[in-house]
């Protein structure tokens, strides 16, 4: 057998060299493997913490305007209220002259 390695050393040393080769290309595989499980994982924490914001932001948004309604609903009825007490006044002013001159006292205006 080792005449025959002797005389065959070249195919020896190729087939050798194609087994080590195979065995990097293994490795180097296995390496790839867990990059990609790797950036496949990243790939799913990025979505869910994207998710995440978005459901914030959209609540955050919920609550934005559902404040903004109540503030139109609050300020319209303060207009209401401010509309009524003015038909009120004017209602007494119309009927009493003498309201107009005790309200004007009453504000601080002595005089027109």
């Known amino acids: 057998m080792l005449n025959w390695l002797k005389d ?6 190729a ?3 194609v087994v080590f080769v195979f065995l990097l290309g293994r490795r180097g595989k296995s390496a ?6 790797l950036k496949n994982k990243e790939n799913e924490i990025i979505k869910a913490s994207g998710d995440k914001e978005l459901t914030a932001v959209k609540a955050a ?4 305007v559902k404040e903004l309604k109540n503030i139109h609903a609050e300020s319209e009825q ?7 007490d003015r038909d ?9 002259p003498d309201a107009i001159d005790d309200k004007l ?3 601080g205006i002595k005089e027109i």
Do not use: P, Y
Request: charged share 45%; net charge negative.
């Open 8 to 13: 065959k050393w070249e195919f020896v040393a």
């Open 15 to 17: 087939g050798l060299t």
């Open 32 to 37: 790839s493997d867990r990059k990609t499980e």
């Open 61 to 64: 948004g919920e609550k934005h």
């Open 78 to 84: 303060r207009l209401k209220q401010a509309e009524s």
């Open 88 to 96: 009120k006044l004017i209602e007494e002013f119309v009927n009493d």
């Open 105 to 107: 006292e009453e504000i």
